[in-house]
Every structure is written in C-alpha cells, then in structure tokens.
C-alpha cells in the first residue's frame, strides 16, 4: 500500500491537468502553512510553560531561602522533608459520645495507640486514614480527627472545668472541641468566626459533637481584630491566628504561588491586632495562648514580643515545658521532623498582669 505526505495527498487527489495542478499547488500551501501556524502555537505553549516552571521556580527559591536562613540549612533540609509528607493526625475521643458504644467499634478500627503527652483521651495508628466518625444512638459522633498538637495547645490553658472561655478564631472547630472535652456544666464557651462559611462550618461541627441545645455555648461572627466590647470578662482566652500554614502551602500547589515574604509580615500584623484583643478580653489574672500552625518567626515569637514591648495591657509570658516539641524564646514549638510528624504547631502562654500600663506607672509614681 503507497503511503503519502499531507501535500503529496494532495497532488494524489487532483488530476494533473493544468487547472488542477494549480488546485492542488494552493492548497498544499495552504495545508502547509496551517502546519507551521500549529507549529508555532506549541512552541509558544513549550516556552509559556517554562516561563511558569521558572516562576514556581523562583518562588520555591526564594520559600527555601527565607526559612534556610530562619533554621539553617541542616535543620531546614529535614524540616523541609518533613513538611512534605502527608499530614499526621489522632483521632481525640469526644466525652459527649456514648464512649461504650466506641469501644464496641474497637476492632473494626485500625491497630490504636494512646497519646500519653495529652491528657485528653486521643489515639494514633501507624494506618495512613481512620474510618469515618460516626453517630452514637443520641446522634452524637463519637470521635474528631485532627493533629495532636492542636490539642496540646488547648491543654497549655490549663481549662478549669467552671471556666469562661473564648475561642477568638474558632473554625473550624478541633480546638473548640479540645476545650469542651475539659469544661462542666457550670463552664462556657463563645466561639468566633467572622467569615460565614467558615462559621457554618463551625456550628455544624458543634451541632453533631455536643448534645442539642447546649446553653453553654455561644457562637458569633465578629471581626476579632476589634473585640473590645467584653473587656475581662473570660478567664482564658484561645487565639489560634490565621497564618502562612506553609506546610498546608506545600501540599498546594496554587496557594503556593501566592507566598512571599511580604505575606508573612502582614499576617503578622493582623496577629498582633488580634493578640491585643485577646489580651483585652481576658480577665486580670487569666490566660491567653496565642497559636499558629506557621513555622516563621515572624508570625509566632515576633508577634508575642511586639506584644509585651508595644501593647496597652501589662503581660507576662509562663513558661511550661511539654513532652513534645521544643522550646523558643516566648513560647513553644512542635515541628514534625523532630516530633515523629506531628506540627507544625506553635504556642505562647500569657498572663495578663493588670488593667493598663498607664495604671501600673501611675501606682509607681
């Protein structure tokens, strides 16, 4: 069988009569020049595509550099590695559940391992995923999946089972749990979201983890930034800040490309608005943890020294040592190349010492 090219097809398909020669002539140079024309589109499509792969490029760089100078480029490397993987997660025993009917479901689940380092029941498998959570015969779930260092930042309160407690950036909803698990009857919690979707989230969590109609909990949407309207009236406040979360960046391509330097220095600044309303909330004496899942400094102990430097309200920092983690100059930090994948998760506990500052010099004049 004769096999052609596109343009001797051509010639093949028209006789080779004068008219028909010249038929067959433009229209090989027609088929031609569409060839080139598509030619030239792929090679635009190759070199657009490698202006992408040298921009993502770029941006991984100068990620890399921040943080290498950050860690040095040891520590970074086997940070940097750890971040990469999938993320660790417990599942944390909810206390309103009907924990007989969970033990039933033991065998069904992958081989459990308690978490001795939280005092909150909360169990690991060396399994990649758990089973889906599900309803006890009140309609109550009956376990939460989340990171376990999320629950040591919620024990570093030190919840009293009576205590007023708020929640300032509250979904989508683990460390609200995490508190519930240690208040009573006679405690509270009011949870805050200012997005809407967000705190739809919030509420359902809340509505298939607690019994129906709990009064103990209030749920609001108000810009955290500003919450000067309660001023000491909770005993501990949690504020887990909204951040880089770089390693949630790693393991999203599109987020990724939005990091730069910059990104981090103005979450920074909408974090230490927030600490400064947290602080205002809590009562003389009580507690703030102030929490990131960022690993930059800027975000973290930078935050909490603009803080006891800058603010209006005398602070303190407590100092506490945990099983796992590490400490920094104004808090503590789990990381996971060196917490066997748990983190990133940082935390600073404040004591707010007095009303004002101005009061405290007046008392010294």
Request: aromatic share 8%.
């Amino acid at each position: 069988m004769n096999k052609f090219c596109p343009i001797q097809l051509v010639f093949h398909h028209f006789d080779m009569s004068e008219g028909g020669d010249r038929r067959a002539e433009r229209l090989a140079r027609k088929i031609e020049a569409k060839s080139n024309k598509s030619s030239g589109k792929s090679k635009a499509k190759e070199k657009a595509a490698a202006r992408e792969q040298e921009r993502r490029q770029a941006i991984f760089n100068a990620f890399s550099s921040f943080y290498e100078e950050e860690f040095g480029p040891e520590r970074w490397q086997t940070l940097l590695e750890a971040l990469k993987k999938p993320v660790r997660h417990c599942i944390m025993i909810n206390k309103y559940s009907d924990t007989e009917e969970f033990k039933k479901r033991l065998p069904s689940l992958p081989e459990l391992e308690p978490l001795s380092f939280v005092r909150i029941p909360c169990f690991a498998t060396k399994e990649d995923r758990f089973p889906h959570p599900e309803k006890d015969r009140h309609n109550i779930t009956d376990y939460y999946i989340l990171d376990a260092g999320s629950v040591l930042a919620t024990e570093a309160l030190d919840i009293q089972p009576d205590d007023r407690v708020l929640d300032l950036c509250a979904a989508p909803g683990g460390k609200s749990l995490s508190v519930l698990q240690r208040l009573d009857e006679y405690g509270s919690l009011t949870v805050n979201e200012l997005s809407p979707d967000r705190r739809r989230r919030l509420r359902q969590v809340l509505d298939n983890y607690l019994p129906p109609n709990d009064e103990r909990i209030t749920v609001l949407g108000k810009d955290g930034t500003k919450w000067y309207s309660e001023p000491e009236q909770y005993d501990k406040v949690l504020l887990d800040a909204p951040c880089s979360s770089e390693r949630h960046l790693l393991h999203d391509e599109k987020e990724f490309e939005d990091w730069s330097p910059k990104r981090t220095v103005h979450n920074a600044e909408r974090q230490l608005k927030l600490l400064k309303a947290a602080v205002h909330s809590v009562c003389v004496g009580g507690l703030v943890v102030y929490g990131t899942c960022s690993i930059s400094s800027v975000e973290n102990d930078k935050v909490v020294s603009k803080m006891i430097r800058k603010g209006k309200i005398p602070v303190e920092v407590v100092k506490k040592t945990f099983p796992i983690g590490e400490r920094t100059k104004y808090g503590w930090i789990i990381l996971p190349d060196r917490t066997d994948g748990w983190g990133p998760l940082y935390f600073s506990i404040l004591r707010r010492t007095g009303v004002s500052k101005q009061e405290e010099e007046d008392e010294d004049d």
